[in-house]
């Protein structure tokens, strides 16, 4: 019988563990990838302010704190079913039952498919398996690839790639198809442009991205963007191009793309075809909560925070009784704010009042320091989900 039962053994699950285990609960952290560290393991990125964020390193700072206080983990371990029961939650795994007083789901985050023709060729991937193929297990992903997506993610991870040596040849969008909608709209990206412009090398992109806050500049920029695209690192990013198609036989050897509307249609006549040996899609995230949805937990469909939410408040604790979530599962954002929900969710379950205090204020800070957003409008999202949370506790 545990104290506490973490589901996810990325940044927030490991920074609950510890959180935990200094008030001298007993915490299990099962996970099943073979490694602790979650999807902090594959990132690689220079901050602003000119320092490097290495995941692999800040991933072994917390091993290193979470064992120093004894705290278990577990990896390799698959939870598919949870009973909510009378002294708590019921946890089927791999390994067995666990039985746990409280229960916290740190589940993290999945990447958005985006289907085109093609897409189930050898050498095509997500961007996140990329980022780990790359990082984690240090293996070449190919030659030459490019990248279907624009957006915060790909961005980010397109650079990491190369940093790694790995030739991109551009990004650009999908075609436009009932899945593809908004991802194949040159307006929509634009406004996820917007968010990341400001980490441009160039001075000219990011004193642009201040100006075009204003959408009817945003709709200007889609009208009259640049064929060639526009530079970020060297490597052109597109929002007026499409791959139509991925092309090979037995595995990945071009692809197709060609000229897009401001609206996204097809420019007939406009193809041609890419040499490439990889193709990296690149969705976005949704967070993974499953396991919230099998024991009953309430949910709310948040935009602002990339889709389905467990309802949950301040302190990082949801309707049930005994069940916390943190991290991605509570909305898409970065690793540094995954960790520090982590910390709060940890007081939270040991009820230490004093510092729950400061871990809410730590997850504010961090959020309102963060280089990056993958959804604009977090903080009105996350205070549409604690107004859900009051409202359901009342109508109990």
Known sequence: MYDVVIIGAGPAGLSAAIACRESDLNVIVIDEFPKPGGRLLGQLHQEPNGEWWNGVEETQNLIDKAEKLNAEIKCGVSAHHIEKVEHGYSIH??????????LLLATGAAETALPLPGWTLPGVMSIGAAQVMTNVHRVRVGNKGIVVGVNVLSAAIAR?????????HSMALP???????NHANPRHVMDGLVRIAHLAPSTFLRLGSKFAKAAWVRNLAVKFYPKGGVKMWGMPI?????????????KVESITM????SDGEMI???????????VCIAGGLYPLAELAAVIGCPFQYVEELGGHIP?????????????????????IESAKVARAQGTLA?????KNKVKIAQAMNDVKLTRESASIQFHPDIVEGRERIQKSFKEYQKAQ
Request: aromatic share 4%.
């Open 93 to 102: 795994t791999s390994i067995g039952i666990l039985n746990t007083t409280n």
């Open 160 to 168: 990491e790639l190369q940093i790694a040596g790995i030739e991109l």
């Open 175 to 181: 075609i436009s198809n009932p899945v593809t909608k």
């Open 238 to 250: 597109h929002i007026r191009k499409a791959i139509v198609q991925i092309n090979g036989t037995e």
């Open 258 to 261: 060609c000229d897009i509307t």
């Open 268 to 278: 007939a006549g406009s193809e041609e075809i890419i040499d490439v040996d990889f």
């Open 311 to 331: 309802i949950h408040n301040e302190q990082m604790e949801t309707p049930l009784k005994g069940l916390y979530v943190a991290g991605n599962i509570t909305g």
């Open 346 to 350: 940890g007081y939270s379950i040991a």
